[in-house]
């Protein structure tokens, strides 16, 4: 290369890596994802022109998924840009290892939380229940947010860390009783406790996130930790064909998640406390309390959030659980149909995950969310009515644009300061579910009378176009602030350590 060329290698990076120059064509490392780094320049010269050989040698900070960014990493490097893969805000090493044992977690948690959608239509089969007590069944799953709120109320006390383990561990147990349900009532019972440690999990996870991660990164975290919950799901989906072995093979994918025990302790051993908590941990004696302005806004977000939850789930949880069940009794699919149908159609849903985390956190949260809430809601209630390749290309299509309302699930973390997060985080949750009961139990309902689910997703789906009006007229736009600035109470938030 030239001498333009040669200069250009000679300085430092401040891309996907931010580097120091060690001399000697020497250069190390800053900040960025990595646990080591370092680069060097091997130069031979003939006046002008230059033979240069650059050289990396890094460790990346991301236990476990360093494997699936190996060659984007590497080919990364090789160009001085942030390639589109990237958070917008570089990440440091400790919010990688953070983001990435969040994610492993979060694996496990999409597998429990899916297992009661994907197996509740073989087990009322086994046990001779119609529509109406499948749906009566998963509301009564729903009454598991009490134990979710437990979770996060000790956790705004206790700190983030152990109360998510203890929740994991114990979810992974108690999922696994379901295989030996005697009854729908039993595996309902289990699930209720099961889901609700889930929920708790869910709630924890994304609060820590956003208080790890850099201002202008929270929704590309979202976005990351929402695809491995899909790819949990996922794995859920693989495992769902053993119902076709038998009539009792759906147990099968209850006891699954009982391997994931040692990976969740080896997780527990690497995971700090969240440094925001760290800061703002409640100290001894009576609770620290927001100033009246301050407690207004807090109250004002949460009635807001929590009203937009109630609105999205009522439609979004019947669509999604009565799948299987409109699949298997309406178009007369196979379990393993069922498997294909779901990983076909669901699977570029991380697409539009992917997108909305960084649309979001460039472009803003309000607009990429309230697309997601109006395009998914029409395309996935289309499908309720088609057969065929126009249902699965209109299912298709509704997920991928419904995976853009991931775009608002970074609000609910953001808009609460540290002492209230998960509290508040859990009462929007807890109205969420509320809002799914409804759902289930209406659909569930309106099916057994009509037959018919497009015209009972169809009544529900007003609730979505109601939450989109309600996010372009009422959302503060939260993207690139950090939460200090939106929660003024909150400590300042020391440097991050080395």
Do not use: C
């Amino acid at each position: 290369m030239d001498d333009a060329g040669l200069a250009e290698l000679r300085t430092r990076r401040d891309d996907l890596v931010g580097e120091t120059d060690l001399g000697g064509d020497s250069f190390g490392l800053t900040d960025g994802p990595f646990e080591h780094y370092e680069r060097t320049l091997e130069v031979r010269s003939d006046g002008q022109n230059h033979r240069v050989v650059e050289r990396f040698s890094y460790r990346m900070a991301m236990p476990v998924w360093w494997i699936a960014f190996w060659w984007p990493m590497r080919h990364g490097l090789r160009h001085r840009s942030n390639p589109w893969w990237a958070p917008p805000d570089r990440l440091d090493a400790r919010a990688a290892r953070v983001l990435s044992l969040l994610a492993l977690i979060q694996v496990v948690d999409g597998y429990l939380g899916t297992v009661i959608t994907q197996t509740i239509t073989f087990a009322a089969d086994e046990f001779d229940r119609g529509d109406t007590a499948q749906g009566l069944t998963l509301a009564l799953v729903r009454l598991g947010i009490i134990v979710a709120l437990a979770v996060v109320a000790l956790a705004d006390r206790k700190g983030r860390r152990n109360l998510l383990m203890g929740a994991a561990a114990t979810a992974v147990v108690t999922t696994a009783l379901g295989a030996a349900s005697p009854g729908l009532w039993f595996l309902g019972g289990t699930q209720m406790v099961a889901r609700g440690l889930t929920m708790g999990m869910g709630i924890l996870i994304g609060v820590f996130a956003a208080e790890e991660l850099p201002r202008g990164s929270r929704a590309y975290g979202v976005s990351i930790l929402t695809l491995a919950a899909a790819f949990g799901a996922g794995m859920a989906v693989w495992v769902l064909p053993v119902a076709d072995l038998s009539e009792r093979g759906w147990r099968i994918v209850y006891l699954v998640p009982l391997l994931t025990l040692p990976g969740l302790v080896a997780v527990a051993r690497r995971l700090p406390e969240s440094r925001r908590f760290s800061a703002n941990r409640p100290a001894a004696g009576p609770a620290r309390l927001l100033r009246p302005a301050s407690r207004s806004a807090e109250h004002r977000r949460l009635l807001l959030l929590a009203v937009t939850a109630f609105l999205l789930l009522v439609f979004a949880a019947p669509a999604s659980q009565f799948q299987n069940d409109f699949l298997k009794d309406h178009r007369d699919y196979s379990a393993s149909g069922i498997a294909l149908f779901t990983l076909f159609t669901s699977t570029p849903a991380g697409i539009g995950i992917f997108a909305a985390g960084r649309l979001a956190d460039t472009r803003g949260r309000r607009g990429v969310g309230a697309t997601g809430l109006v395009g998914g809601t029409l395309f996935i209630v289309s499908s309720y009515y088609l057969s065929g390749g126009l249902m699965w290309a209109g299912h298709l299509v509704g997920v991928v644009l419904g995976a853009l309302t991931v775009a608002l699930g970074v609000y609910g973390p953001e808009l609460f300061s540290t002492t209230h997060r998960a509290r508040a985080n859990g009462i929007i949750v807890a109205l969420g579910v509320l809002g799914s009961a409804t759902g289930l139990i209406l659909v569930g309902a309106i099916v057994d009378r009509l037959d018919n689910y497009g015209h009972a997703l169809a009544i529900v789906g007003i609730g979505p176009m109601l939450a989109a009006a309600l996010v372009m007229a009422r959302f503060p736009e939260t993207a690139r602030v950090e939460l200090e600035t939106l929660n003024p109470d909150d400590s300042p938030l020391a440097e991050p350590p080395d």
